[in-house]
């Protein structure tokens, strides 16, 4: 964990100010998803998966109630589309259900 990232959560556990309480929390969900998926806030999971299972991953998306945002959007790769979360999560159950998948994971520089 980066020396940021304790400083903030030594000043959020003593009680100093950290601004608004929308920027606590968003301070707050960025060292946890760090914390505990090992990925840097902003970390982008692409999947590359066959046109037929798109339909399933959306709809598991949408009855599921995840709070991560999907994108979607046409590949270059005939026959694919390209599913894009910033969950590590929901990436990994899309991983599960559709193995088959290419993924590519970008990281923040």
């Not at 998966?49 to 709070?67: L, Y």
């Amino acid at each position: 964990m980066s020396k940021l990232c304790v400083s903030i959560v030594l000043d959020w556990q003593s009680g100093k100010s950290l601004g608004s309480p929308e920027r606590r929390a968003d301070l707050y969900l960025n060292i946890m998803s760090t914390i505990r998926y090992g990925y840097p806030s902003g970390t982008r999971f692409l999947l590359l998966v066959h046109h037929d299972d798109v339909a399933g991953i959306v709809d598991d998306w949408f009855e599921g109630n995840f709070s991560c945002d999907l994108r979607i959007r046409r590949a270059k790769t005939k026959g694919c589309i390209v599913v894009e979360t910033t969950d590590a999560l929901y990436a990994s159950r899309i991983y599960r259900y559709h193995p088959g998948s290419r993924v590519e994971i970008i990281t923040p520089q």
